[in-house]
């Protein structure tokens, strides 16, 4: 009996009960075979009826999951961006002072070469006793309800260092609270006041130097003085003695002065707000300005470089300077330009005479400038940018004014400044995410393959603030080679003004594009220039951005595979590199030709692409799907990167 029991009963029980804990953590598909225990029925069809509960119950929480982790990370992206774009250092730390997340003005304020680090502890990298002494504070002000009327609410105030000590931090804390008012961590905005404390302290040292300074030499002036006239009959020796007090004396005083002013002309260019700013676009400016209060006519020549300098009051200095030199000479055609010795960049202004004399300019030092911030005169703003001006003839026939002033720093410390380019690297990672392709096209290889690589010109680097694609062009590379003869190259009407400073990059004027088709009928055209192929672009999100923006208007869809040659690059050399189309294209010894022109960086593009396709292959990137998952992988790290 006990045999029969053990046979038909409790040994099929402990085989339904190993079953039963595979269904437990199987698939929806586990089920338990009812046919092998029909002797314990209805026993398994009540556990596969579980198990199917189970099954729908983790389905249910795991789109749960997926929902509600997309909803956080398009929060925390938001978020990421936000902070991004911060100037001032942000820090949101728990109770524990541990860091939760930070933005890269925190890395760069704190003057911090590698990253923060995801629960490194902040006062490992900030002084202890002031983040201590305010968090206590704010703790105690909570705790006594004082939060709900003073003024600051959980937020306050304090100074604080950079471990190292080199550093001053102007910190302001703001605790995180629940809605029980229980504190579970605090968010630290920070600038650094080194310098302007800096400044501070000079400031006081040159007022020092400018009253007690000078009270010791006055003195021995007015005693030498005296001595001078209340004894006329002094002999000979003695009188020159006394002179030669005063002679050593002045000489004293000039030189203190000489010091004074230096110290002051330092103090006030270290306060005045500056920036690096770009020639071309401070020169258009000035054009901009004269021709409206209808001022001589200016020609801006040469190339463009970088100085440092504020923007405004150059603008307003140099349009002053335009329209006075206009008056005392008679001219009506000016040309600027810039130009460098390695100390200072010259805004020199030309003009076909003779240059204006050295008292005539003298004159206008004192002159208010129209529409300066703070009644500036010509003389301020000169100082403010250590600056001086003058007249001189460079060859027969023409003269010039030069305005030197100080060339462009090297931010926090980096000195391998890019060249400036009218377009900043651009990621919108649901245009850069593609699917693979898993078809016949996606496992073609690359060098087999139908491309155009193409390249847009716009208004501005903006398309969802209204800029708008001014110039369009692309090249068909057919099985390795460009042709030249199969291009595509439209300019666009777009609606609207195109900035001066966007001319001097891409060279497209409001003129060359009146009465120029709009894009609604441009676009379908060049869609079916691309039928067919891969598209290609540097910097690509940038252009696709501009294209998925206007597929409505259009009446057509950009859904074709793309390929960045950006990224392309970034995964070849490194991230580290220069990836710029020029200098990509100097790295390859591949000629630049009509850069900032559409059909021009498609060329060269497309030249860049082809040398690529090489390389590629020697990383075992061979076919279309290939690149693809390269590309999402690298897009994919960007994210990551951004968002921490």
Not at 419 to 431: G, I, K, V
Not at 478 to 493: C, K, M, P
Not at 519 to 546: R, W
Request: glycine share 8%; aromatic share 6%.
């Amino acid at each position: 009996m006990w045999l029969l029991v053990d046979g038909k009963v409790l040994r099929p029980l402990l085989a339904l009960a190993g079953e039963t804990r595979v269904i437990s953590h199987g698939t929806t598909a586990a089920r338990v075979p009812p046919e092998r225990y029909a002797g314990l029925a209805p026993l398994p069809q009540a556990i596969n009826e579980l198990g199917e509960k189970l099954a729908a119950a983790r389905s249910d929480i795991d789109r749960a999951v997926e929902s509600s982790t997309a909803v956080v990370q398009e929060q925390k992206s938001r978020l990421s961006t936000l902070l991004r774009d911060l100037h001032e250092g942000v820090l949101v730390c728990n109770h524990q002072h541990q860091i939760l997340l930070y933005n890269q003005a925190a890395l760069t304020l704190l003057h911090l070469t590698g990253d923060l680090g995801i629960g490194r502890n902040l006062l490992q990298v900030v002084t202890r006793a002031p983040v201590l002494h305010t968090l206590e504070r704010l703790t105690l002000r909570v705790k006594a309800g004082r939060h709900l009327s003073h003024p600051m609410g959980v937020t306050a105030e304090f100074v604080a260092a950079t471990t190292d000590g080199r550093y001053l931090l102007e910190g302001r804390m703001s605790l995180i609270l629940q809605d029980d008012d229980v504190i579970t961590g605090y968010v630290v905005t920070f600038d650094d006041v080194t310098a302007e404390l800096a400044v501070l302290g000079k400031r006081d040292a040159v007022l020092r130097a400018a009253t007690e300074g000078f009270r010791p030499p006055v003195a021995n002036l007015l005693a030498a003085a005296e001595t001078l006239s209340d004894n006329p009959d002094l002999d000979a020796a003695s009188r020159r003695a006394f002179e030669q007090v005063i002679l050593d004396e002045c000489a004293a005083l000039s030189r203190r002065l000489e010091s004074v002013t230096d110290d002051y002309r330092s103090i006030i260019t270290g306060a005045w707000p500056m920036s690096d700013v770009h020639t071309g676009n401070l020169i258009n400016l000035v054009i901009a300005r004269t021709t409206a209060a209808g001022g001589p006519t200016i020609t801006l020549t040469g190339l463009p470089l970088w100085l440092h300098g504020d923007s405004y009051s150059l603008v307003v200095l140099l349009d002053h300077l335009v329209r006075r030199l206009g008056e005392v000479t008679g001219v009506g055609d000016f040309d600027l330009a810039a130009e460098t010795d390695g100390r200072w960049v010259y805004i020199d202004i030309t003009w076909s005479g003779t240059p204006v004399g050295s008292s005539t300019v003298d004159s206008w030092m004192d002159q208010p400038l129209p529409d300066a911030l703070g009644g500036l005169t010509v003389s301020d703003a000169l100082q403010h940018h250590r600056s001086e001006l003058w007249c001189d003839a460079p060859r027969p026939g023409i003269a010039r004014m030069r305005v030197p002033l100080p060339p462009t720093v090297e931010l926090h410390g980096h000195s391998d400044r890019s060249a400036p380019s009218a377009r900043p690297e651009f990621f919108d990672f649901s245009l850069l995410r593609q699917p693979i392709a898993t078809t016949e096209l996606g496992r073609t290889p690359l060098d087999q393959l139908t491309f155009v690589v193409f390249d847009t010109e716009t208004t501005g680097l903006r398309p969802s603030d209204g800029d708008e694609i001014i110039q369009i062009a692309g090249v068909r590379i057919v099985n390795g080679r460009i042709l030249t003869g199969e291009t595509f190259s439209q300019l666009v009407d777009p609606g609207r003004p195109i900035p001066p400073e966007t001319i001097q990059f891409h060279g497209v004027t409001n003129d060359m594009v009146r009465g120029k088709p709009k894009a609604s009928v441009v676009l379908p055209q060049f869609h079916l220039f691309v039928s067919g192929a891969v598209l290609i672009a540097h910097n690509a999100a940038f252009d696709l951005k501009f294209l998925k923006m206007k597929e409505k208007v259009s009446g057509v869809k950009f859904d074709h595979p793309v390929l960045d040659t950006m990224l392309l690059s970034r995964q070849l050399q490194g991230q580290d590199a220069d990836h710029t189309l020029d200098g990509i294209a100097k790295r390859l010894g591949i000629q630049v030709v009509d850069r900032h022109t559409a059909l021009g960086d498609s060329l060269l593009t497309a030249a860049i692409f082809l040398s690529f396709v090489d390389m590629l292959r020697e990383q075992n990137v061979v076919t279309l799907d290939d690149a693809i998952r390269s590309a999402n992988i690298l897009v994919e790290l960007h994210a990551r990167e951004r968002a921490f």
